[in-house]
């Protein structure tokens, strides 16, 4: 082998191992994809009752939503509210809705953004409503129920933010006569949301 060969030789054994590592070396590419979250709190709800006035009941919300870009995504979301006593009645009064849709976002500012929401779902609502001067009518029924909201979400670090949203609920419940009548309802959530993967990596939840 003449010198040029061997220089050849020389130069690609020194630079192939350098360049392996440096491939090595290089970071693996971020996992890209939809963003996942998940969230508990507390919700609140104002029910009108016919007859018996407006009905405070309180309650659990949890949800889970995906985010396929800055934009766009969905949520699934339940709640379970409930009184001890509608006034006037000595009777309880419970809501529990299961409901789902998209998701707009608005704008993002720093670690806030703000987003707009419509769900549809069911609702099963039980309570009662007084009939006369003494008489009560107690049910309950399972109807289509929907929701439009807006919202904003703060991050309290890179995995936690808190979320505080409001809705105006559509359902449906008896009256004192029987008849299914529409409700329509204020709904306040205050929850603690878990990025359980955000875009381009994925959250531990350790």
């Known amino acids: 082998m003449g010198t040029t060969g061997k220089l050849w030789f020389l130069v690609i054994m020194l630079v192939g191992p350098a360049f392996a590592q440096s491939r090595l070396a290089e970071p693996s590419p971020a996992i890209v994809g939809p963003a996942y979250d998940v969230s508990t709190g ?6 009108p009752i016919p007859g018996a006035g ?5 309650g659990l919300d949890a949800s889970g ?3 396929w870009n800055p ?37 993002q500012h ?8 419509a769900l549809g779902g ?7 409503v007084p009939v006369g001067k003494t008489g009560v009518y107690h049910g309950w029924l399972v109807r289509p129920s929907v929701a439009f909201g807006a919202g904003f979400e703060q ?20 009256d004192s006569s029987g008849a299914v009548l529409p409700q329509n309802n204020l709904r306040l959530t205050v929850s603690l949301v878990i990025h ?11």
């Open 42 to 47: 507390y919700t609140y709800l104002a029910m």
């Open 54 to 58: 407006q009905v405070h009941l309180n």
């Open 65 to 67: 939503s995906i985010a």
């Open 71 to 107: 934009r766009w995504g969905a949520i699934l979301d339940t709640s379970y509210l409930r009184t001890s006593d509608i006034p006037g009645l000595g009777h309880q009064a419970y809501m529990l809705n299961t409901q789902a849709g998209p998701e707009f976002y608005l704008f």
């Open 110 to 117: 720093r670690n806030s953004r703000f987003f707009v929401r």
């Open 122 to 128: 069911s609702a099963l609502i039980d309570g009662a």
């Open 155 to 174: 991050s309290v670090s890179r995995q936690f933010a808190i979320r505080i949203n409001g809705d105006y609920l559509h359902t449906l419940f008896y």
């Open 196 to 206: 359980v993967k955000s875009a381009g990596r994925v959250n531990t939840l350790e």
